[in-house]
């Protein structure tokens, strides 16, 4: 064996196989620990890359839908508030209406009213002429029956007749 330097007495054969061993060491890393580190790392960083992605895209598709719920919110409160004045509307005219009918139908009532209460007058006046002349006519034929013919008392009823008309 050689020597290569006699103060630090190193020997070419130990130096070849620390040198030979380092590579083969070295080439074994890089096989078995280096590219496995190295893709696990470019793996991680392109699901990191993706993840950044995928939360963008689902960051503008939540602003998206964000949006488009506030204009259904915004479209639904319009649709609300116009349901609501459609329906004071209907209300209103069918508080009108109803209000018109039975106006109406107190109208009528009062008018009908007045009708049978003049008939039921128009009827009691006529029962009681009739009873009085039918009385008058008793009475006075009991009191002058033999002092009038028939012609006279007739007569005598009819002017009497005429007389209550004419005091209505």
């Known amino acids: 064996m050689f020597i290569i330097a006699e103060s630090n007495q190193l020997y070419l ?3 070849l196989f620390y040198l030979v061993s380092f590579l083969i060491m070295a080439a074994l890393v890089w096989h078995f620990a280096w590219k496995p580190v190295t893709q696990m ?9 993706n993840d950044i992605d995928s939360a963008a895209q689902s960051r503008e598709e939540a602003q998206k839908l964000a949006a488009k719920r506030q204009e259904e919110l915004k479209g ?5 508030a116009r349901i609501v004045d459609n329906a ?7 508080r009108a209406e109803i209000i018109a009918t039975a106006q109406q139908d107190a109208q009528n009532l009062k008018n009908q009213a007045q009708k049978d209460a003049e008939q039921a007058r128009q009827d009691a006046l006529r029962g009681a002429k009739k009873d009085i ?11 002058i029956h033999k002092q009038l013919n028939a ?3 007739q007569a005598l009823i009819d002017t009497y007749i005429e007389g209550l008309v004419k005091h209505e």
Do not use: F, H
């Open 13 to 15: 054969g130990d130096m």
């Open 41 to 49: 790392m470019q793996k991680r960083a392109d699901k990191i890359a």
């Open 76 to 80: 639904s409160r319009q649709e609300a």
């Open 88 to 94: 004071k509307q209907a209300g209103e005219s069918q």
């Open 133 to 143: 002349a039918n009385l008058s006519i008793e009475i006075a034929s009991k009191l």
């Open 151 to 153: 012609d006279d008392q």
